[in-house]
């Protein structure tokens, strides 16, 4: 009786189970990817925006004063910004030309709420004569 020589090769059912696997293993790498992006992306804006916050410290910085108490407006790259400032409450000499003022500064995407940044400060300004 001649032996029946077995087939070699995979069935359907390891072919189908095999390729399950492989398209489980391919959607994780491709969710991680992903959100990999999704993370970068927000990370950009919110260095963009702190840039911009400490830009807007710097000119204000640079102006004479009296400062404008409400400034707001939008930034080239997409982003709205608002100052606000406030004498600053403190015991100081009134003969003292120097003046404390509470400076904040928020910057946040036009699209999300994501990559906000305020910057709360006390700057010192020379009294206006």
Same mark, same amino acid.
């Given at each position: 009786? *001649?032996? !029946?020589?077995?087939?070699?090769g ?6 189908v ?19 990999a ?11 963009l ?7 807007l ?9 009296p ?6 407006g939008?930034? *080239?790259?997409?982003?709205?910004w608002q ?8 015991? !100081?000499?009134?003969r003292?030309?120097w003046?404390a ?5 928020r910057?946040? *995407? ?6 906000r ?13």
């Amino acid at each position: 009786m *001649p032996t !029946q020589a077995r087939q070699q090769g995979f069935t359907l059912i390891e072919v189908v189970v095999a390729f399950a696997v492989f398209s489980l293993c391919v959607a994780a790498v491709y969710e991680t990817f992903a959100s990999a992006v999704h993370r970068s992306s927000q990370a950009a804006e919110r260095d963009l925006a702190w840039l911009t916050a400490q830009s807007l410290l710097s000119q204000l910085r640079e102006q004479s004063m009296p400062w404008q108490n409400d400034q707001s407006g939008l930034a *080239p790259q997409g982003l709205r910004w608002q100052l606000h400032i406030e004498p600053y409450q403190t015991e !100081q000499d009134l003969r003292s030309p120097w003046r404390a003022y509470a400076v904040y500064v928020r910057v946040e *995407p036009s699209h999300s709420a994501a990559g906000r940044v305020q910057i709360d400060t006390v700057e010192l300004a020379r009294a206006p004569r």
